[in-house]
């Protein structure tokens, strides 16, 4: 008996762990917990006016300890520009700094990332030998980390060119996985913005346009990541969220930890934006550079939370729109049933008001004579037995007044 309860009860406790987790593990696809670095410009040479090259490693190292000290994150992306030039000696000191991160990273790449010495066959092969994760064979490539997302890498690199541009089959290539992901949530990440932070000519992405246009065709929502002009923003319409993140060795110095949570009928959105604790270079990289402000934006370009409102199945509002239009279409349906149910002799036809007055004033001349002079013989009655009424109250009225002045007037007694 001992030996059956205490499988009974071995039975029932792993149902509940079982349970437990698999709330959990659904819990976790729900959310996408990242971290996005921009611009790190390893490399060895002397500061700039525009950027502390001579600090990368020391800002990079920071960024990769506060990082550390996040807990969950499921990976970080680097979203270009990693070396400052293409050298054999930049990739191994990027690398090398990246061994003390404690989570799985991915990139897209940036222009300097192929302007050096290597060529863009060259680079792609020592980042996969570098990073185990990096198991694509092209510079652009999709993966689901989760279930509920899809993430989307565009590389818009040009040969010895600041300025981007998406080949034809990146489009194609991204119109085919937004329209075959279409319930899911989608975040995009290449180096040059489609929507910029400030108009420079030297530094856009000349088919911007095309780009946009595809993220236009979908209504599930969308996070477009990217850097390359060093500045702080956030712009969201409807279903779209397009990032710009500022450059780790440029002021303000500083990344961003991203979250999103996707729910039935709406998705959570949390940017937070993480500076550098390395302040004496901040500082003066903030005195060289020209307008800091336009790099560091406003308090909504650096951290907020927002929520997006999605029409989804199960959702209440969902519903009550579907039952609203599918009662508007049966209304509609029954009315046009009824018109061609019914025959068309059936319905009489509205006559205007003329042709109503003349039928009225034919049926009162149609009318028989005999009415008319039975009508005519009563109301004459009326009259003469009122005026003989009226001529025999007269004469009473006269013979009474006669009498009275005849007779003498008789006193009463007091």
């Known amino acids: 008996m001992k030996n059956k309860y205490f499988k009974l009860i071995l039975i029932i406790s792993l149902l509940i762990i079982g349970t437990i987790s698999s709330y959990a593990f659904s819990f976790r696809n729900m959310t996408l917990d990242l971290v996005q670095i921009s611009d790190t410009h390893i490399s060895d040479r ?16 920071d960024a990769i300890e506060q990082i550390n000290e996040i807990k969950g994150l499921d990976f970080v992306l680097f979203s270009g520009d990693m070396v400052d030039s293409a050298t054999q000696e930049n990739y191994h000191d990027f690398y090398k700094l990246l061994t003390k991160l404690k989570y799985p990273s991915l990139n897209c790449f940036g222009n300097h990332d192929f302007h050096g010495d290597m060529t863009k066959e060259e680079v792609l092969q020592t980042v996969k030998s570098y990073n185990p994760n990096y198991t694509f064979s092209d510079t652009y490539y999709a993966f689901s980390p989760k279930t509920d997302y899809r993430i989307i890498i565009l590389d818009a690199t040009m040969e010895d060119s600041a300025n981007g541009m998406l080949p034809e089959e990146q489009l194609q290539f991204l119109d085919n996985e937004l329209n075959q992901n279409q319930d899911k949530i989608v975040v995009i990440a290449l180096h040059h913005p489609s929507v910029e932070p400030f108009v420079a000519n030297e ?14 065709k979908y209504k599930n929502p969308i996070v477009v990541l990217s850097g390359h002009y060093h500045a702080t923003r956030l712009h969201h319409w409807g279903n779209l969220v397009f990032v710009s993140t500022p450059s780790l060795v440029t002021y303000p110095m ?107 004033k034919e049926k009162k001349i149609k009318q028989p004579k005999e009415k008319k002079i039975k009508k005519i013989k009563t109301e004459t009655k009326q009259t003469k037995n009122s005026r003989f009424k009226f001529n025999f109250f007269k004469k009473k009225n006269k013979e009474i007044q006669q009498q009275e002045l005849q007779e003498p007037l008789q006193l009463q007694e007091i």
Do not use: C, M, W
């Open 254 to 360: 500083a990344f961003r930890h991203i979250k999103i949570v996707n729910f039935k009928d709406r998705v959570e959105y949390k940017f937070e934006f993480i500076p550098t604790r390395l302040d004496e270079i901040k500082e003066q990289n903030r005195q060289s550079v020209i307008s800091y402000s336009t790099l560091s934006g406003n308090i909504y370009d650096r951290d907020l939370t927002f929520i997006y409102h999605k029409k989804h199945p199960k959702s209440a509002r969902y519903k009550r729109n579907k039952i609203k239009n599918a009662t508007k279409q049966t209304k509609t349906s029954e009315r046009e049933i009824k018109k061609l149910t019914q025959p068309k002799d059936i319905k009489p036809k509205k006559q205007p008001k003329e042709k109503k007055i003349k039928e009225i």
């Open 203 to 216: 530094h856009s992405l000349l088919n911007a346009k095309e780009f946009n246009e595809i993220l236009l």
């Open 46 to 61: 002397q500061n700039t006016a525009y950027k502390a090259l001579g600090s990368s490693k020391e800002l990079l190292k």
